[in-house]
Structure formats: structure tokens, C-alpha cells
């Protein structure tokens, strides 16, 4: 998958290692599993091990290991993973707000919870060795380990638990949208952290809470080695201090960092750790250009790359004598664990794209058949839902719970969401093409512009409809530049602006855009960060993952029944109802995805035998280097 404003699980172990707070891959339950099993937070006021939405966790109390890791799996060796862009920051507090992140600091971080990946959003104890869930449902507390600890010694305590909390929730506009329910965080007994919530019935504020990185107060609000005072509240490059399993070594800004694994580490010998962080050493290689990261994972560079580009699996590889030899490895992985709406992303904010005709009218013109043939080699599907390739994407018109959802809103919510099934349009003929066009063209002008001398002009103004493309991914202009000779059809100009990551960043922050590509990775138990996706109050926040800044009150409602929804059925309801009607505003213009994840890597790495079911790869985390195998390749380390 593509895109920039992606969402990714904490663990860097998922095979993304990617931003910042999200949330995992979870999954619906197996249609085997009884809907009558209580769930684990049904039975609150205990303590308990592990969390789950639904059900009861995979494993015990006891549990030695996740079945998806070798626990005998030989430690040490470098893998080295490449990275777009560059990176200015080491500051996980105010990651998408200011600065760039580097890919993998949140690897030094242990959270509450650890997710499983071969079950359906389960959590068990990392720092926290047990929780509990008020009988009420408005407070959940958590129980350290005694034994945590940060790279320096120190306890990780319950005071360190509770700074985090807040410091993430007051700069963080991912935090206060995700946290939005949560009112305070307060000591209990010497290791006990309680959570109070604003509402009860909120069934994943528990685990949400659970996945917080959680930061050494006493380094955060010390003094750096020249005495100045730390600020939590900035970017900075001076290596912070974790509790994870890596710590950062290296540095060389922009460039690389280098990770070492953490001899003494605390958490080692725990159930959810066994098996898991096998590198010696991982290094992020950082490359400009997209192309040029390419050509460095050829000229072994780096070792992994999971390819976005359906031209570059289709034509950079198999001719390469290192794939032929064996010694460069092409593998698809199933993408079960996730839905996906990958699009290009208008901004509401302007007034020339507040109208649903218009956008519509940009979709009528995008020919994607004939992209999928000439630039895609046919490897895509026309993306048609929010939640694409899960059971929770919305199909045919609305029945039973659904629609009854949808009535309890209905005053919040255009007509056609009853009555018409969202599609989008196909160009696979001349003909079909031609109409479309004509389409296009009767809908700008039922939103007030008109054609004149081959260009459309707003009616009343006379300006003309212009847009730029903005992106940081040259491999984007060979895809935009079809799209605006279709545009150019109809009178639109376009232009197309390929800028550095860091520029892209400072624009979308400041809303400066016309149309951009945004991609939202979502779990299979969709919930509190909907807000931030696409709630009114995150519209105009600096930072905000509703990029396309959606303000609808039918919406809002839409979400808050995914929120509070009581069990799967409704859950899966719910979503299909926010679907549909975010799919009824034409708010993006949804582009193409994929069911596998395609990698190519150098063959120096062995894996376990079982991998986990929702966690793809599971690349880096789960693997190991194989001496044998690097033997084989050339250029062992």
C-alpha cells in the first residue's frame, strides 16, 4: 500500500515500524467462535492477564509463548531496513505535529500491553503486569511489574506512567482525539495506575490506553548534558532514554540510526517477548528519492522492502541475477489483518471542492482501467469502501441493524444513502469514457462552473478551475499526469508538485493543498480514532489525520455508534454504516489497493514456521539472521 498519512500499530515488530500511536491489526472474530462467550471485560473488578473485545484471550495466564515465534530462535546479527525521506526528530510526543520522526525510535518505548497477532485485538501484560475494569466500565487500572525498568536502572513507575498520559494528551493531536474519553489518570496502591473515563460503554478505551508508550518522566523533565532544560513539547535529536528492547546507539541525523539490543533488557524472559527482537543490531538506512531507495536495495544497501510500486515487481526484479541466483527473494504476504481506503484527498477547507458534485466529477474522470493496464499490470482493485477488503465494508443497500442505524441518524444523512448502492465509475471502453466525461461536465455545472473556450470557469466569478497534485513520492507524476489529461478534457488545469517529506509535511500541517494522496490503514475493530480520522473536532487541528477536513454532524453521530457499539454485530453494523455514508459525500476519490503485501529481501534470514495471522510478515520482529543463509548470499554479518 501507498500513502502518507498511514496509521500503523505501535509494535514495531507488525513489519510496518512505522508512526506513531496507532492502532493494531485486529480482526474479526472466527465464525466458529461462539457469540454467547462473555467477553474478558465482561467480567470486571478482577485482575486479569489480558484484555480482548470479544471473548476470551487466546492464551492463559501462564502462557509460555505466542505460537507464532520460535522461542529458540539465535539472537545477534544486523538487519538493515531502508527508509524515504530523512528524519529530524527523536521525539515521539509531538510526532505528525512538528518535525519528522525517525522510523524507529519507538522500538526503545515498552507500552502497558503487548497485541497478539494471531488473535482477534487481544492485549497482554508487558510493563503491566495485570488490569482490571470497573464493574461500572468508567475506569480501568492497570498493575506494574515490579521488575521494569528503564536503560539506566531506574524503576519505570507509576508517576512515569501517569506524566506520559498526560504529556502525550496535551501535544499530541493524535492523543487528544484518541484519549478524548479518558479524564484523568491517577496513583492507587504503589504500582497501581487508575484511568477515569467520561462515559461508560466506551468497550476499547481499556486496551487503547494499554498500547501507551510509556516515558521516563525524570529524563523528559531533566536537564541535557550542557544543562539546558528538556521539553517534551519540541522536536530534538539528543537520544532519549527507553525500556524496550533496543536502544539507540548511532546517529548520523537525517541519514541512519542504529538500534543495538538491549543485553540486560528487563522484559526479556516475559511470555509476550519470548522469541521476538532477535537482531543484534537493526539499522534504518535513509534515501531521498524513492527511486534512488530502490536502486539501494539492489546494490544491497539495505535487506527488506516491501514494494508499493506494481511496475517495479512486475519489471525491476525478476530479470536481476540476484533473484535468479536465489539470493534476492520475492514473496507476497496475505493483508488480512487490515481494511484500507487509499485516495486522493481533496481539502474540504476550499471552497472549490465543498461541493459533492465536484468531487464526484474528479472521480467520473480518473480512467482507472486503462491505469490498471498500462501502469499497474493489471495487479490492483478499484478501491469501494473505507474499510476495502474487510468485513466491514458496506455492500448493497442498507438491511437490518444497519439500516436501523442509519434511521436513528437519518436526519443527518443525504437521501441516497437509503436508496442508492455507492459505485464507482468504470471506463473500460471509449464509449464508457466519453460518457463519463459528459458526466462530469453536467455535474461542475450543476455546482456553478461552465466550460468556455475549453476551460472551466466558476460561473459567477469567472476564475478558472485549477488544481496542484501535491506530493513527496515522484513515482506519483507517472500516475497524476493520465489523470490530468483526462482532467484537461473537461477544462480542469492541473499541476503536479513533488516536494521533500519535510516540506510535505509543514504543508499538509498548515492545510496548504489542494489534492493530495492520504492513506488510512484500519483494524478490524475500528473505534476511538475515528474521531481524528474523520470527526468535525479534528477538522482544523495542525497535525490531524483527517487531512480531507471533514465537518459533518451525520458523521460525528456515525462514529459514536462505532464507538459504543456493544458487541461484533453491532460493531460490524455500525462501521458499514459510517462506510456507506462516508462513501456518500465522495469526500476522497478512492484509488486502488491490493489483498498481499509483496516484499523482496535479501536471503540472510530464517523465520519461524508459523506466522501470525493478522501480522503479515511479521518482519523484522519474529525473524532472525541465519549465518548459513548470509553465507549463501555474500556479505554476511
Known amino acids: 500500500m501507498t500513502g502518507h498519512a498511514v496509521i500503523a500499530r505501535r509494535s514495531f515488530l507488525a513489519g510496518a515500524l512505522a508512526a506513531l500511536g496507532l492502532r493494531g491489526p485486529a480482526a474479526a472474530q472466527e465464525p466458529a467462535e461462539s457469540a454467547a462467550k462473555a467477553s474478558a471485560q465482561a467480567a470486571p473488578d478482577r485482575w486479569r492477564h489480558a484484555l480482548t473485545l470479544l471473548g476470551e484471550p487466546k492464551y492463559g495466564p501462564d502462557f509460555p509463548h505466542f505460537e507464532y515465534v520460535d522461542p529458540k530462535a539465535p539472537v545477534g546479527g544486523l538487519v538493515r531496513l531502508g527508509a524515504q525521506g530523512g528524519f529530524d526528530n527523536l521525539n515521539v510526543v509531538v510526532n505528525g505535529l512538528k518535525g519528522d520522526l525517525e522510523g524507529g525510535i519507538t522500538q526503545i518505548y515498552d507500552t502497558l500491553m503487548e497485541d497478539s497477532g494471531d488473535e482477534p485485538f487481544s492485549s497482554y501484560g508487558l510493563l503491566a503486569e495485570a488490569v482490571r475494569v470497573a464493574p461500572d466500565g468508567m475506569s480501568v487500572t492497570y498493575r506494574l511489574r515490579a521488575g521494569a525498568r528503564w536503560h539506566d536502572g531506574r524503576p519505570v513507575t507509576v508517576e512515569d506512567v501517569i506524566w506520559s498520559f498526560e504529556t502525550l494528551k496535551a501535544n499530541s493531536p493524535f492523543y487528544a482525539a484518541y484519549y478524548h474519553s479518558v479524564t484523568g489518570a491517577e496513583p492507587g496502591s504503589e504500582r ?177 482501467e486503462e491505469m490498471n493496464r498500462q501502469l499497474f499490470y493489471g495487479q490492483y482493485q478499484r478501491i469501494n469502501s473505507y474499510f476495502f477488503g474487510s468485513e466491514l465494508a458496506s455492500s448493497g443497500l442498507p438491511e437490518g441493524n444497519e439500516r436501523a442505524i442509519l434511521e436513528s441518524v437519518k436526519d443527518k444523512l443525504p437521501p441516497r444513502v437509503f436508496t442508492e448502492v455507492y459505485k464507482n465509475p468504470v471506463n473500460d471502453t471509449p464509449e464508457a469514457v466519453r460518457a463519463n466525461l459528459r458526466q462530469a461536465v453536467g455535474l461542475l455545472k450543476e455546482a456553478g462552473f461552465e466550460l468556455k473556450s475549453g476551460q472551466m470557469v466558476n460561473k459567477t466569478t469567472g476564475e478558472p478551475f485549477t488544481v496542484e497534485f501535491l506530493e513527496f513520492q515522484n513515482v506519483f507524476e507517472r500516475v497524476i499526469l493520465p489523470f490530468a489529461a483526462q482532467l484537461k478534457l473537461i477544462g480542469i488545469q492541473c499541476s503536479v508538485r513533488v516536494i521533500d517529506q519535510a516540506q510535505y509535511q509543514n504543508r499538509l500541517r498548515a492545510f496548504d493543498f489542494d489534492i493530495t494522496t492520504t492513506s488510512w490503514p484500519e483494524s478490524l475493530s475500528p473505534g476511538n480514532e475515528q474521531r481524528e480520522y474523520w470527526g468535525s473536532a479534528a477538522a482544523e487541528k495542525p497535525g490531524t489525520r483527517n487531512v480531507a477536513g471533514i465537518q459533518d454532524a451525520g458523521i460525528d453521530a456515525l462514529i459514536e455508534k462505532v464507538i459504543f457499539a456493544s458487541d461484533r454485530e453491532t460493531l460490524v453494523a455500525s462501521t458499514r454504516a459510517l462506510d456507506r455514508a462516508l462513501l456518500a459525500h465522495n469526500y476522497v476519490l478512492p484509488q486502488w489497493s491490493s489483498p498481499v503485501v509483496r516484499t523482496i529481501r535479501w536471503n540472510r534470514f530464517g523465520r519461524p514456521a508459523v506466522l501470525p495471522r493478522y501480522g503479515s510478515s511479521g518482519f523484522p520482529t519474529i525473524w532472525w539472521y541465519d549465518e548459513a543463509r548470509a553465507a549463501k548470499t555474500g556479505a554476511p554479518r
Do not use: C
Open 192 to 368: 497501581e495506575i487508575t484511568f477515569r473515563f467520561s462515559e461508560s460503554g466506551n468497550r476499547e478505551l481499556p486496551q487503547v490506553l494499554g498500547q501507551m508508550q510509556v516515558l521516563p518522566k525524570h529524563w523528559w523533565t531533566g536537564q541535557t548534558a550542557d544543562g539546558k532544560p528538556r521539553n517534551p513539547a519540541e522536536t530534538t535529536l539528543e537520544i532519549p532514554l527507553g525500556s524496550g528492547p533496543y536502544r539507540l546507539v548511532k546517529l548520523d541525523p537525517g541519514r541512519s540510526a542504529t538500534y543495538e539490543r538491549v543485553a540486560d533488557y528487563w522484559g526479556e524472559d516475559l511470555s509476550v517477548n519470548r522469541g521476538r527482537n532477535n537482531f543484534g543490531t537493526i539499522r534504518f538506512e535513509y534515501f531521498r528519492d524513492g527511486s534512488v531507495l530502490l536502486e539501494a536495495l539492489k546494490g544491497d544497501l539495505y535487506d527488506f522492502r516491501t514494494e508499493n510500486v506494481a511496475r517495479n515487481w512486475a519489471t525491476q526484479f525478476d530479470d536481476f541475477p540476484a533473484v535468479r541466483e536465489g539470493r534476492l527473494v520475492k514473496e507476497e504476504f496475505p493483508g488480512r489483518g487490515t481494511g484500507i481506503m487509499q485516495a486522493f484527498t481533496f481539502n474540504l477547507r476550499r471552497d472549490k471542492f465543498k461541493d459533492e458534485r465536484v468531487r464526484r466529477a474528479f472521480n467520473l474522470a480518473m480512467n482507472f
